[in-house]
């Protein structure tokens, strides 16, 4: 998708479609108006007349527009304009970016813009203009006999109201195009089966990144041999049931100035099946295990975005890469496993097996003195049952870490929900025979979660996802969402606006 941005008057555009989003009350927009002016009130006429209901998320195609040097016109419902919040934008946004992709046009012109919104600007909005449409042409048919055709739609052009505004727009759109490649990445790597995207097909596609990026980024890969001789013996517990083999990936990116600044460290839980081992789950819905590598491919999907944007930082993107299955040589429920660190850990729930494989990798993450540490992981069903499939878990063991995950969340409208992490539930982790048991009982599931995680992460200040609620849709819908990228990269932008700060002040 290539786009563009322009602050003439939108009747002049010559284009196949200008979308225009209309208030089910109240005034039109000023580029709607522009192109009613120039109609003889073709889109106040309509509204007037009952022919369009501006109802939220309501699309009218208008196949000409006499006066106007478009094509067609698409009128998007906004609903009532005292309702216009960001969920109202995008769900308006989103239906609009559908239709216009089905459309037989190759070029259109979005008026999004113009639509008022409380503490967002342009660029924020040009962002998410981008990031819609990107998505909505997502299409994951790889393995149908005929796929459906790709949109025809190849360029976006976007109003401004003056250069200033232009100016905005077009760093926005230029971070939410990349931004929603990364986050399709992510669905394509999320949603192909466990026997595609095993571990080593992980590990494949760590190299094509580093091969494409022109050396911004490098991929190291740990096989079970490099394991066994560091002493992950936790994360390779995991994989011992599967024949197919466990992997570390680490991902380098370096964009800082100073090649020594500490790295924004990111650790993705990647078990490309989970069937639950020894502790077996139940064979219902249990095909949505693939998409428990969902932390892992959000992890590439940031990466990706990242080459996209290039921002001065230094970062490491880290992968736990393992098949959980019941094979003869699996850990079973009383196993003792030595972890990375030297703790041992009682693995009393062959199921609770992200923890098992995140602990080792976090322990390998103290090797970069990281600034910060976000770890994301499809870790608990409990997570599902405390927020639904609209906010992220977050637990973290520091309070301003926590709040940036948050603010970024706010920001990208990816959002996330902070647990407590109090020293009260560490005790649900006591175990007789080991220093810490896997699991810590039905109460509070994805705290006790983060509890165990937090016995690995002393040394940096860390931060964790649990997204086992938001990487995935199930039912009609089944898929991966993308979640948590626009918040990861987000949070990466915000560290370097950060550092741009305090570099200002210094
Ligand atoms: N991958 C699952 C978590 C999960 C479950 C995600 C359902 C999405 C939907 C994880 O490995 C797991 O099995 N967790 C167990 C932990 C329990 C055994 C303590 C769970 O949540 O049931
Ligand atoms: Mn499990
Ligand atoms: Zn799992």
């Known amino acids: 998708m290539q786009f563009s941005v322009q602050t003439a008057n939108p009747a002049k555009a010559e284009t196949d479609c200008v979308v225009v989003p209309v208030f089910k009350d109240g005034e039109l927009l000023p580029a709607a108006a522009k192109l009613d002016d120039a109609s003889e009130r073709l889109i106040g006429q309509l509204v007037e007349r009952g022919d369009f209901d501006a109802t939220l998320g309501n699309v009218l195609m208008v196949p000409f527009a006499p006066g106007l040097c478009t094509a067609r016109l698409m009128l998007v419902g906004l609903g009532k304009q005292e309702n216009c919040q960001e969920t109202a934008f ?87 195009l990349a931004i929603g490649d990364g986050i399709n990445y992510t669905r394509t ?22 091969t494409e990026s022109s050396g911004a980024l490098t991929a190291e890969i740990l096989d079970e041999d490099a394991l066994e001789a560091l002493g992950a013996g936790s994360l390779l517990s995991v994989g011992r049931g599967s024949a197919e083999p466990t992997r570390l990936i680490v991902m380098h990116y370096r964009g800082a100035d100073n090649p020594d600044e500490a790295p924004h460290v990111l650790v993705g839980k990647g078990i490309t099946f ?24 959000s992890v590439f999907g940031t990466a990706k975005a990242v080459l996209g944007i290039r921002p001065r930082l230094n970062l490491v993107f880290i992968v736990a890469a393992a098949e959980n299955m019941p094979g003869s040589k699996a850990t079973k429920p009383g196993d003792i496993v030595t972890t990375l660190k030297g703790l041992t850990v009682e693995v009393l729930n062959t199921d609770a097996e992200g923890r098992l494989a995140l602990c080792d990798a976090l322990t390998y993450a103290e090797r970069f003195e990281p600034a910060s540490v976000v770890d994301i992981a499809t870790l608990t069903g409990a997570v599902i049952t405390g927020l639904g499939h609209h906010a992220s878990g977050l637990l973290s063991n520091d309070d301003d870490i926590a709040l940036d995950v948050l603010d970024a969340g706010e920001t990208a409208w990816d959002r996330a929900w902070h647990l407590p992490l109090w020293d009260e539930y560490q005790q649900q982790l006591d175990s007789n025979f080991a220093d810490l048991a896997n699991i810590g009982g039905a109460p509070a599931g994805t705290i006790t979660a983060g509890c165990f995680l937090s016995r690995f992460t ?13 990487a995935w849709h199930s039912g009609k819908q089944k898929g991966a969402t993308g979640r948590p990228v626009g918040l990861l990269t987000q949070y990466l ?13 210094r």
């Open 458 to 470: 002393d040394n940096y200040p860390w931060a964790h996802l649990d997204i086992a609620g938001t």
């Open 90 to 176: 995008l769900r308006a946004l989103d239906a609009a970016s559908e239709a216009l992709i089905k459309l037989p046009a190759d070029d259109a012109v979005t008026t999004f813009i113009d639509v008022p919104l409380e503490d967002r600007d342009s660029a924020w909005k040009a962002r998410k203009i981008l990031e819609a449409i990107v998505r909505a042409g997502y299409r994951f048919d790889r393995f149908k006999s005929s796929p459906t055709p790709l949109s025809s739609l190849k360029q976006l052009t976007l109003t401004a109201h003056d250069s200033d505004d232009a100016r905005h727009i077009e760093a926005g759109a230029q971070e939410g």
């Open 189 to 210: 790597l999320a949603n192909l089966p466990g026997n595609v995207c095993t571990p080593r097909y992980l590990a494949g596609e760590a190299e094509i990144l580093a």
């Open 274 to 297: 989970d069937s639950g081992g020894i502790s077996l789950k139940p064979g219902a819905g249990m095909d949505e295990m693939k998409f428990d590598m969902g932390g892992a491919a």
């Open 493 to 505: 932008l915000d560290r370097q606006n950060e550092a741009d700060v305090e570099d200002a002040e």
